[in-house]
């Protein structure tokens, strides 16, 4: 069913049956997106591995997923006060499989990465060899971390998106 026909009928009954107010409306829509987005991201990931099927590659079709929220913490700063970094992350995932793992898991990668911007110096954040030696030790961390909850290789790779300090 399209989402808009299923938000229209929610809508109609809501004024037919005069139960629901704005707030429950509002909710009951926004579960219908989510829904419906997350149906999107599953035929699609079906799509994609079953072009890779049909042109007899016998690769396994990789995917990207971007966090929703970016990572925003403290640091340790040069000077006595902390400094904060606001960072957006994107993963490179072994096959479009891996992504409802990493949609349960979300959580726990938050709080890893968190976890690590905030042990961090401030030299190792400001400069580019340090960055890149975070970036590499969020990908280990994340593939340690996902092979003891899952017992499989989820995140090939890790992408800075936006990397911003203070």
């Not at 009954?13 to 909710?27: D, E, K, R």
């Not at 640091?75 to 902390?82: A, F, W």
């Not at 479009?96 to 709080?111: C, G, Q, R, Y």
């Amino acid at each position: 069913m399209n989402i808009k026909k299923a938000v229209m009928i929610v809508f109609m009954m809501s004024l037919f049956l005069g139960q629901m107010n704005q707030t429950v409306w509002a909710n009951a829509a926004n579960e219908m997106i989510k829904q419906n987005k997350a149906a999107k991201a599953k035929e699609k990931a079906e799509k994609d591995s079953e072009k890779s099927s049909a042109k007899g590659e016998g690769r396994i079709a990789t995917v990207y997923y971007k966090l929703e929220k970016p990572v925003l913490t403290n640091y340790q700063s040069r000077s006595k006060s902390l400094g904060y970094a606001r960072i957006s992350v994107q993963f490179l995932l072994v096959n479009a499989e891996a992504t409802p793992s990493v949609e349960l898991h979300e959580p726990m990668v938050l709080d890893t990465l968190i976890d690590l911007v905030y042990r961090e110096r401030s030299r190792t954040i400001r400069s580019m060899p340090g960055r890149e030696a975070m970036r590499a030790n969020m990908k280990k961390t994340l593939q340690k971390k996902f092979k003891e909850e899952t017992g499989k290789e989820i995140i090939k790779e890790v992408f800075f998106t936006q990397f911003l300090v203070h």
